[in-house]
């Protein structure tokens, strides 16, 4: 009998997804996702729900069922332990499949297609729809409609809470909406959501800013429950000469700056025709590369302190754990070239506007299972790298020791995480307690918590 393999291409063909700014993702057929959730082995210990799933979600559970074609059950599966499946089945690195246990020998179940696959029937089949709760008396506030801001806030009304969420953009979602791009995640499956909790029950005030607009004190003392849900807003910066020029930006201000309202120049952040380099070899740094190639940049590359990882998992991270080897993008496939052990020294500014950056070559130190210990500069490395248009992704440094958190009189954890305060009914949730992290870290976090309440 043929056994079924995963299938490897996901993706619209290249060509016609760096034309528009649609999911690059093809929706898979129905045939293919029940062959795929059956090649689930369906193991005795799944380290997919237990190790894998932040959530707990019911991995192999859910596969039986869509494999058996009832994919009404899976979604009913899947309901029980998360709120969102329609945005981790588009944006999760599913650790769950990197703890896969055909992942040993094979390849992965895909259980973020399969996860995809039963919200978006269920939607399609008007299956979606919120449990009512009976009330408790109490309010809670929720600062910041992020993940993990509008996990809490539904996790905090399925137990009764009159809930308000307070978010400083125009639009609820966080990143989801204002850092991931729409090529990944269209933005109408936000709104999808967002009008779902809305009719449920929970308040949404939008371009609210707390500490700003109004003071974090006075929603502490009218609401009983306070949750900070704000993310980590502080971009870390290169702060190496020249960075004043013209035409450097962070990767978040690039993404979706000119979408900004009080944005007075959009074009300053289209890559149209330009040289394009990208500092940062993350996943923000890929998305930054997505858009260039749609903006129809000259050329775009991308560089990164860190060593070129292995192409196979490193010894440093046996199964299950998260490997450490090269992944390559959506991103990469569209184009751009990429390069690693590069350190950037200045900035190259012609008549105010960036024109480069100086760079050094580095090596590393490895430990003997082959993970990065200390970079060492190469003498004599020095080179220009030409760039009208720079980018700096280079993650996020943490929560700023000022406004609303001094508001509240909160500490902050030496990795700029915000320390709660539970004797006040004050918590903290997501990326501004647990530092820049994943989608489903941030909504698991705010599950952990609410659940933790009396
Ligand atoms: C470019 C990019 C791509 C990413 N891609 C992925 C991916 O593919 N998969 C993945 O799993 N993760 C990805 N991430 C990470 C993921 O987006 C975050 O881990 C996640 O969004 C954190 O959720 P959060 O709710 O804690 O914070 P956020 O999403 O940052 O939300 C915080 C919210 O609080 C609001 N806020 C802040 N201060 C205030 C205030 N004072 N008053 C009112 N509102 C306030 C903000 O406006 C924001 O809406 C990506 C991140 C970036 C930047």
Redesign the pocket.
């Known amino acids: 009998m043929e056994t079924v393999q995963r299938i490897q291409d996901v993706y619209r063909p290249v060509d016609e997804r760096v034309k528009d700014v649609k999911e690059v993702e093809r929706p898979l057929t129905a045939v293919e996702i029940v062959a795929q959730a059956g090649r689930c082995s369906n193991c005795g210990v799944p380290f997919c729900h237990g190790a894998g799933c932040p959530l707990g979600n019911l991995v192999p559970e859910f596969n039986e069922a869509v494999a058996a074609g009832d994919i009404r059950k899976g979604y009913d599966i899947i309901s029980k332990t998360a709120f969102f499946p329609e945005f981790t089945g588009r944006?999760?690195?599913a650790l769950c499949e990197s703890c896969c246990t055909r992942n040993l020998n094979d390849d992965a179940v895909m259980v973020r297609q399969v996860e995809k696959f039963m919200i978006e029937t269920a939607f399609e089949e008007g299956w979606v729809s919120l449990p009512t709760a009976e009330p408790n008396g109490k309010t809670a506030a929720v600062?910041?409609?992020?993940?993990?801001?509008l996990f809490a806030a539904e996790a905090l009304r399925r137990k009764g809470f009159a809930v308000t969420v307070?978010?400083?953009?125009e639009k609820?979602?966080?990143?989801?909406r204002?850092?991931?791009?729409n090529w990944?995640l269209e933005k109408q499956v936000i709104d999808r959501r967002v009008a779902l909790l809305e009719a449920a029950g929970i308040k949404f005030i939008c371009n609210?800013?707390?500490?700003?607009d109004i003071s974090a004190e006075y929603i502490h003392r009218n609401f009983d429950y306070t949750f900070l849900?704000?993310?980590?807003?502080n971009a870390r910066d290169l702060k190496i000469p020249g960075r004043e020029a013209e035409g450097i930006y962070l990767?978040?201000d690039y993404?979706h700056g000119a979408e900004m309202p009080d944005c007075k120049d959009p074009e300053k952040y289209n890559a149209k025709g330009k040289k394009v380099l990208i500092i940062g070899g993350g996943?923000?740094g890929n998305?930054c590369v997505g858009k260039a190639i749609r903006e129809g940049c000259k050329s775009v590359l991308q560089v990164e302190f860190m060593p070129k990882p292995p192409e196979t998992r490193s010894p440093s991270t046996p199964w299950p754990d998260w490997p450490y080897l090269l992944r390559t993008s959506y991103a990469h496939h569209e184009g751009g070239e990429r390069r690693w052990n590069v350190s950037s020294k200045q900035f190259i500014v012609k008549d105010g506007h960036v024109a480069g950056v100086e760079a050094v070559r580095v090596e590393w130190d490895m430990s003997p299972l082959g993970k990065p210990l200390k970079p060492n500069e190469v003498p004599n490395s020095t080179e220009i790298i030409e760039a009208d248009l720079v980018v700096l992704a280079m993650g996020f440094t943490g929560v700023p020791a000022e406004?609303?958190v001094n508001d509240l009189g909160l500490k902050l954890t030496p990795r700029t995480a915000i320390i709660p305060d539970p004797a006040r009914n004050i918590y903290a949730?997501?990326?501004?307690a647990n530092g820049?992290?994943?989608?489903?870290?941030?909504m698991a976090s705010a599950k952990q918590v609410v659940n933790r309440l009396k």
């Open positions: 944006v999760c690195p600062i910041g409609a992020g993940p993990a801001g307070y978010e400083k953009h609820p979602g966080g990143l989801l204002y850092g991931i791009p990944k609210t800013e707390i500490g700003k849900a704000i993310g980590t807003p990767a978040l993404l996943d923000t998305d406004g609303l949730v997501g990326d501004c820049a992290s994943l989608v489903v870290r941030a």
